[in-house]
């Protein structure tokens, strides 16, 4: 039996116009081969009239829950199989810190940094103290570079720090060098997209406006170093307990030896026409429909070995 496939799109969160986009891409793009329906969500809740028996979900989700892993314990509570990273891989890839750290135990190289709450911020001194380069400002539990301030003295981290109300926050040592942006598709990296944003600083802004923005893939850099980090992006991918696909983000202070850390890994990519996943995916021959396919399909397998059962 062929499952029929549910696009999760929307939700509240600050990412909602950009899940809508990933969602109807991939809509269409799945309609090709399965028999999909596109289901936009207006509130943190499943929607009623889905059978388990009948749909494998795909979460084209940004943000909150959806890549928090409250969208995937709801999805694993109700039965359903779905596409992309469980919940516990889900929470800890989009809690930086936790990232940072499964990250670190497994050896791998992240920048230097601290967690902070809103109601107990450090001063722009003691910022300046840690990191004399700069840092970059941002929630600990937010995707797509939602509230991200570069400080790169101490008027800058005290601009950023007035504007920060409530919740979770980290800065992270500002490291100046080349981006680059990896999929990993079922536990293999695909290939290296350089990102080149115009202004220097990639934020939600350059990220989702075309034009913005120039990338470069596969980039152009030195055999050596893309092997370098497509091991990195796969022992990431393997180290926060991953599954299906993800996407891990680097910078490079010196392609050439290679020296770069790991950014961060989002498990729910964005799958808009600027988005990172589709231009890795496609050093590899993947068309958007072939690669949808791909991420959808590991879900379609769990589906039908349970429905043997």
């Given at each position: 039996m062929n499952p029929k496939i549910a696009v999760f799109s929307g939700g509240i969160s600050p990412e909602r116009e950009v899940s809508l986009v990933s969602g109807e891409n991939v809509f269409k793009a799945l309609s090709e081969k399965f028999d999909a329906v596109s289901v936009r969500l207006d509130e943190n809740a499943l929607p009623p009239g889905l059978d388990p028996?009948?749909?494998v979900i795909f979460p084209a989700m940004h943000g909150d829950y959806g890549e928090d892993g409250?969208?995937?314990g709801q999805l694993d509570a109700a039965g359903f199989e779905y596409a992309g990273c469980d919940s516990l891989s889900s929470r800890a890839c989009m809690v930086k810190p936790a990232a940072k750290a499964l990250l670190k135990f497994a050896g791998l190289p992240v920048a230097g940094s601290v967690e902070f709450q809103a109601g107990c911020k450090p001063s722009a001194g003691a910022l300046g103290a840690l990191f004399p380069n700069?840092?970059?400002?941002k929630p600990a539990d937010k995707g797509s570079s939602v509230g991200l301030s570069v400080a790169r003295d101490s008027d800058g981290a005290e601009k950023a720090l007035s504007g920060i109300e409530s919740g979770s926050w980290m800065a992270e040592e500002l490291v100046k060098g080349r981006e680059f942006s990896i999929g990993v598709i079922c536990g293999r990296a695909a290939g290296v997209v350089e990102i080149i944003p115009d202004g220097g600083v990639y934020d939600y802004k350059r990220k989702y406006t075309a034009g913005s923005t120039r990338y470069v893939y596969p980039a152009e850099i030195p055999p050596h170093a893309a092997s370098a980090m497509r091991a990195a992006a796969e022992s990431a991918f393997r180290a926060c307990g991953c599954r299906d696909f993800a996407r891990?983000?680097?910078?490079?202070?010196?392609i050439g030896k290679p020296d770069f850390v790991i950014l961060e890994i989002n498990t729910l990519p964005g799958m808009t026409p600027t988005s990172l996943l589709p231009k890795s995916a496609s050093c590899e021959g993947y068309s958007f429909e072939s690669l949808c396919e791909k991420l959808v399909g590991e879900a379609v397998k769990r589906f039908s070995i349970r429905a043997k059962r």
């Open positions: 028996d009948e749909y409250t969208l995937q700069g840092c970059v400002i891990v983000d680097f910078i490079a202070a010196d």
